[in-house]
């Protein structure tokens, strides 16, 4: 007898965006999936009792314990998307299992920094708005990074992201330094991860003791040139102190994917600094990238279906790490 299954989100949108109808109906070929999507009104109308699986992505809430108990049957959650430590704990309570995409949106992301550290160790950002007229040929050619061949690369912090970012570079002769989010954990500081590197990357876990430690005094340490990136979370960064240090340093680039807020707000220096270049948060999936996610999800149905062992389980203990 197939599992009853839903799909079990607040924004249909995301998962019209996610799942493709071809992957919707290979679950529902694998399951006793019931059409729609349902949210928490579906809860408190006792509708969803004999549901064993749901199907998410973005927009999965945080369910209470009073929630949960109207889901007596519920054994597990695949989660087409990246971090689960907005809702996963109290699943955990349950017993109920977490599985995550979370290395399919790894994957975007890494090709997304490698590429920008790639450019930034030649120097790129710098060099090409140093060029604004033939006479700053010469100029800008020789304001140039060190090239990829053994320079160091800092990665601030150890998930898959930093991981899968690592391997790549390595295929590329780069010296990578992972730090990891936790100081007990770190072989080196972050203080000489900004001042050693030529290309520091923030890939920090969304906790709330990581916001504010990326600070200026960070920043006004770094190489002739060097170059940030940040693809983690913008409250990390202390923006004042990056943009204080920014003016004062014309020679260092901020790429920034994230901000703290997002959007900044009209009238913010990071819109207008020469050395500052902003993208609207699309280093993780998007379009066509996102259905990568639920592949990954499919894939693991079939092993949660069969009794394999499961590749992209989360346990509580994965909250706690990089």
């Not at 927009?59 to 430590?85: C, H, I, N, S, W």
């Not at 900044?264 to 699309?282: Q, W």
């Not at 990238?289 to 092993?303: F, G, P």
Request: net charge negative.
């Amino acid at each position: 007898m197939k599992p009853h299954a839903v799909f079990f989100c607040r924004n249909e949108e995301s998962v019209k965006y996610v799942y493709t109808p071809e992957q919707i109906a290979e679950i529902g070929r694998l399951t006793d999936l019931r059409p729609g999507v349902f949210h928490e009104e579906a809860l408190e109308k006792g509708e969803l009792g004999d549901v064993e699986l749901f199907f998410s992505t973005w927009g999965m809430p945080a369910l209470t314990p009073e929630q949960l108990a109207r889901l007596p049957k519920l054994k597990a959650v695949f989660y087409a998307a990246g971090a689960t430590d907005g809702f996963a704990r109290p699943l955990f309570a349950r017993n109920i299992k977490v599985l995550s995409a979370w290395q399919a949106n790894a994957i975007p992301v890494a090709e997304f920094c490698t590429a920008q550290i790639m450019l930034g160790l030649k120097g790129y950002f710098r060099n090409t708005r140093s060029i604004k007229c033939r006479d700053d040929w010469a100029k800008a050619h020789a304001m140039a990074g060190p090239g990829c061949y053994g320079e160091t690369v800092a990665l601030i912090g150890a998930g898959a992201i930093a991981t899968l970012t690592k391997k790549m570079l390595e295929q590329n002769n780069v010296n990578v330094i992972i730090i990891p989010s936790r100081a007990e954990r770190r072989t080196v500081s972050l203080e000489e991860a900004f001042s050693k590197a030529f290309v520091v990357s923030n890939h920090l876990p969304n906790r709330s003791d990581n916001i504010g430690v990326l600070n200026g005094k960070l920043f006004a340490s770094m190489r002739e040139g060097a170059v940030f990136i940040n693809t983690g979370r913008g409250a990390q960064v202390n923006e004042a102190e990056l943009i204080e240090v920014l003016e004062k340093r014309p020679d260092l680039t901020a790429l920034l994917d994230v901000m703290h807020p997002e959007p900044p707000e009209d009238g913010s220096k990071l819109y207008t600094l020469p050395n500052v270049r902003l993208s609207t948060h699309i280093a993780g999936s998007i379009n066509d990238e996102v259905h990568r996610m639920a592949d990954y999800m499919i894939e693991e149905l079939r092993r949660y279906l069969a009794g394999e062992p499961l590749v992209y389980e989360v346990s509580e203990s994965m909250l706690l790490t990089s």
